[in-house]
């Protein structure tokens, strides 16, 4: 997946040690497994994605509910560039020459109001930095990549301190900073959002519906 020109400077790199430390937070003593955790829930949900759109035809990939409106494809390709340019950020802000600060208060409060605003029947416009509206991507190319984004935040929460976790490590133009665990938990939401708008597509009237000869027939393919 080609990485949009302006995100070009965010290099990945792995993430170098900092002599910097900041002072032990006793409640970050958990954060690891906590985050871990959610990366386990983000893989559920990646699976159960990647077999819902397994089950769909190519024309159903293609359908577009209204001409300035995204197919299942371009939903698929925005969450996987989201999640590639949040690694991106990450891995930028570990490896600065000082360490973000932990996320304060108010951050803290406007997440909270972001999470509600998220289950709002509200529509957002995607930044132009993961704006899939002009993309024709691939399935499988997709699926690759999102498995690939995937290990690499993994990795970020495997390899990185405990007490580093905590800090800001994300910034979002609606919430503020926010460390570890909230960034993993707002991808968490940001993908069952999109969930909303793929049943939106999938619940059209227009949306093509699979001749039932023709799907008794692939399934005697497939057992042939």
Request: glycine share 2%; charged share 30%.
């Amino acid at each position: 997946m080609d990485i949009p020109q302006n995100l070009k400077f965010l290099r990945s790199e792995p993430i170098r040690v900092n002599n910097t430390r900041p002072w032990n937070n006793s409640n970050s003593d958990k954060m690891k497994d906590r985050c871990l955790r959610k990366i386990q829930e983000l893989e559920n949900l990646r699976s159960d994605l990647i077999n819902e759109y397994d089950s769909y035809t190519h024309d159903q990939l293609l359908f577009s509910p209204e001409q300035d409106r995204w197919n299942l494809l371009q939903v698929l390709d925005h969450l996987i560039v989201y999640e590639k340019s949040s690694s991106i950020y990450m891995k930028r802000q570990l490896s600065a020459k000082k360490y973000p600060p932990a996320p304060g208060f108010k951050s803290k409060v406007h997440y909270k109001f972001y999470k509600i605003s998220l289950v709002l029947p509200f529509r957002y416009k995607a930044p132009v930095i993961v704006d899939s509206s002009r993309k024709t991507p691939r399935l499988e190319h997709l699926k690759e990549n999102w498995e690939t984004i995937r290990k690499e935040i993994k990795m970020i929460v495997e390899t990185t301190d405990e007490d580093l976790l905590t800090l800001g490590i994300y910034e979002h133009p609606r919430t503020g900073s926010m460390n570890m665990e909230q960034t993993l938990d707002f991808l968490k939401r940001h993908i069952l959002r999109h969930q909303k708008q793929i049943r939106r597509i999938t619940g059209h009237e227009r949306f093509p519906v699979l001749n039932i000869n023709c799907q008794n027939r692939a399934k005697q393919l497939n057992f042939a």
